[in-house]
T-cell receptor, first 112, second 113 residues
Framework: DADVTQTPRNRITKTGKRIMLECSQT?????MYWYRQDPGLGLRLIYY???????NKGEISDGYSVSRQAQAKFSLSLESAIPNQTALYFC???????????FGPGTRLTVT | LAKTTQPISMDSYEGQEVNITCSHN???????ITWYQQFPSQGPRFIIQ???TKVTNEVASLFIPADRKSSTLSLPRVSLSDTAVYYC??????????????FGKGTKLSVKP
């Protein structure tokens, strides 16, 4: 089984809808991240969390919110989706004593 | 923020050594340099990380000059399966700010037979 899982893998939604992307990990890592990837722009950090009580904004947090429900779960929400949020979203984890990030398989989100 | 600049694309042939350079002029004292590999429709995968001088593992080497304003990922004897996008990441080291995790735009490496 994969160490970092994301659900859904693909989602099409309409402008104005609320949507939640979920990430779960079995690595026991404290640190979790959400990135978005757009063609030609690489990966950009949206939010990150060091533990359940810690949430931090990344480079592009506007229009997004997150929830760290447990050490193993980190959810990304779009309260009112807009077309320019169409992108590939990745969740990642990292251990407190390590430096490598482990990425999930990604969620492809399309907002029409 | 320590932004990075990489070539957009590179071409190579099987068996050749490939060197991809990343510029990070504003790197902070506590920042590490990390490289990731990404295949289509997959999440990035860690390749190598370093702070200064040279680091080598079973798949790549990383060269970092004394001023740390650039770094070079070296892939020895590439194969077709090395065709991927390679990202340079600066930040996130011990004591460094997690909020300063900046990915470059990536270098698309195409390996030809």
């Amino acid at each position: 089984d994969a160490d970092v899982t994301q659900t859904p893998r693909n989602r099409i939604t309409k402008t104005g809808k609320r949507i939640m992307l979920e990430c779960s990990q079995t690595k026991g890592h404290d640190r979790m991240y959400w990135y978005r990837q757009d063609p030609g722009l690489g990966l950009r950090l949206i939010y990150y969390s060091f533990d359940v009580k810690d949430i931090n904004k990344g480079e592009i947090s506007d229009g997004y919110s997150v929830s760290r429900q447990a050490q193993a779960k980190f959810s990304l929400s779009l309260e009112s989706a807009i077309p320019n949020q169409t992108a590939l979203y990745f969740c990642a984890t990292r251990g407190a004593s390590g430096y490598e990030q482990y990425f999930g398989p990604g969620t492809r989100l399309t907002v029409t | 923020l320590a932004k990075t600049t990489q070539p957009i694309s590179m071409d190579s042939y099987e068996g050749q050594e490939v060197n991809i350079t990343c510029s990070h002029n504003n790197i902070a004292t506590n920042d590490y340099i990390t490289w990731y590999q990404q295949f289509p429709s997959q999440g990035p995968r860690f390749i190598i990380q370093g702070y200064k001088t040279k680091v080598t593992n079973e798949v790549a080497s990383l060269f970092i000059p004394a001023d740390r304003k650039s770094s070079t990922l070296s892939l020895p004897r590439v194969s077709l399966s090395d065709t991927a996008v390679y990202y340079c990441l600066v930040g996130g080291g011990y004591g460094g700010s997690q909020g300063n995790l900046i990915f470059g735009k990536g270098t698309k490496l195409s390996v030809k037979p």
